[in-house]
């Protein structure tokens, strides 16, 4: 089993600054890329941000220049710092790993559970 814990939600002022972590654990072999992707009421999941093992990153352009996500390879966490929050960039956020697990020849995609993230005045 996987399971992947998200912390770091909440409710923040625009223009404040929020940062997200999230956890994998279980019989992972190998983690190829973790991101953090968001759902707003009544609106389809998008990506926010990606981070392969080797450190390249990606970002959509709604984020661009005010998220960066890291990761801690030895922990299997990855980590999203979210400035210059908007009232756009309140959704539930949630986290993506994809990776490969003990005795599969296969990589898969798990999800966390999400974490609600607010920004309002």
């Known amino acids: 089993q996987v399971q992947l814990v998200e912390s770091g939600g909440g409710l923040v002022q625009p223009g404040g600054s929020l940062r997200l972590s999230c956890a994998a654990s279980?019989?992972?072999?190998?983690?190829?890329?973790m991101g953090w992707y968001r759902q707003a009421p009544g609106k389809k999941r998008e990506s926010g941000a990606t981070?392969?093992?080797?450190?390249?990153?990606t970002y959509a352009d709604a984020v661009k220049g005010r998220f960066t996500i890291s990761s801690n390879n030895t922990k299997n966490t990855v980590y999203l710092q979210m400035n210059s929050l908007k009232p756009e960039d309140t959704a539930v956020y949630y986290c993506n790993a994809d990776l490969k697990r003990w005795g599969s020849i296969t990589r898969s995609n798990y999800w966390g559970q999400g974490t609600q993230v607010t920004v309002s005045s």
């Open positions: 981070i392969s093992n080797s450190g390249s990153t």
């Open positions: 279980g019989s992972i072999r190998s983690v190829y890329a």
